[in-house]
């Protein structure tokens, strides 16, 4: 089963901004295409982005379109999720996944992989 280890949370202000890494250690993560979620205790999980194999196609969903940006460096073996403009609603675990379907579809959780453990992202004044 993929592994998968997320980093680059953090506490920021809001306006500000993050960098978040998805790794993959011993698995050659350029195979699938990768998801950002964010879960938070009590609020429901939010699909945020999807990205195909090759970094050519990426869907966001509609509340953060314009604010994050998913990329990947297949060399390095690594997906970013690049998070702009935060606001206190995007506060949340963030956690990278595998998705078996189109990218079109990253709404539907039907296709999704397990996450990492996920990093902590709090926005905040």
């Known amino acids: 089963q993929l592994h998968l280890v997320e980093s680059g949370g953090g506490l920021v202000q809001p306006g500000g901004s993050l960098r978040l890494s998805c790794a993959a250690p011993?698995?050659?993560?350029?195979?699938?295409?990768i998801g950002w979620f964010r879960q938070d205790p009590g609020k429901e999980r939010k699909e945020l982005s999807c990205?195909?194999?090759?970094?050519?196609?990426?869907n966001y969903a509609t509340s953060v379109k314009g604010r994050f940006t998913t990329s990947r460096d297949n060399d390095k073996n690594m997906v970013y999720l690049q998070l702009n403009n935060l606001e206190p609603e995007d506060t949340g675990v963030y956690s990278c996944?595998?998705?078996?379907?189109?990218?079109?579809?990253?709404?539907?959780?039907?296709?999704w992989g397990a996450g990492g453990q996920g990093t902590q992202v709090t926005v905040s004044s």
């Open positions: 996944a595998p998705i078996f379907s189109l990218c079109d579809r990253l709404w539907d959780r039907t296709f």
């Open positions: 990205i195909d194999q090759s970094g050519g196609v990426t």
């Open positions: 011993g698995f050659t993560l350029s195979n699938y295409k």
